[in-house]
């Protein structure tokens, strides 16, 4: 029994894939991090594009134009 307990603890097989499991959960967690972050600056930008659009599309942005 003890020279099965020793076997186990010496054992490293599936260490590689608690290591690959640890480094997948870290970059999701990095990404909803990076995510998070600019989430409201893209708003904030997505918001100007749109005022932008909607004022050259109701021609308020349009200065100059020909009557021919």
Do not use: P, R
């Not at 997505?46 to 005022?51: K, L, Q």
């Amino acid at each position: 029994m003890f020279k099965f307990i020793e076997k186990f603890q010496k054992d490293e097989s599936g260490a590689v894939t608690v290591d690959w499991v640890v480094l997948a959960g870290a970059v999701v967690a990095l990404a909803v991090g990076v995510v998070a972050t600019i989430e409201t600056s893209l708003e904030g930008a997505a918001s100007n594009i749109d005022s932008q659009l909607d004022s050259v599309i109701t021609g308020s942005a349009i200065t100059d134009v020909d009557t021919n």
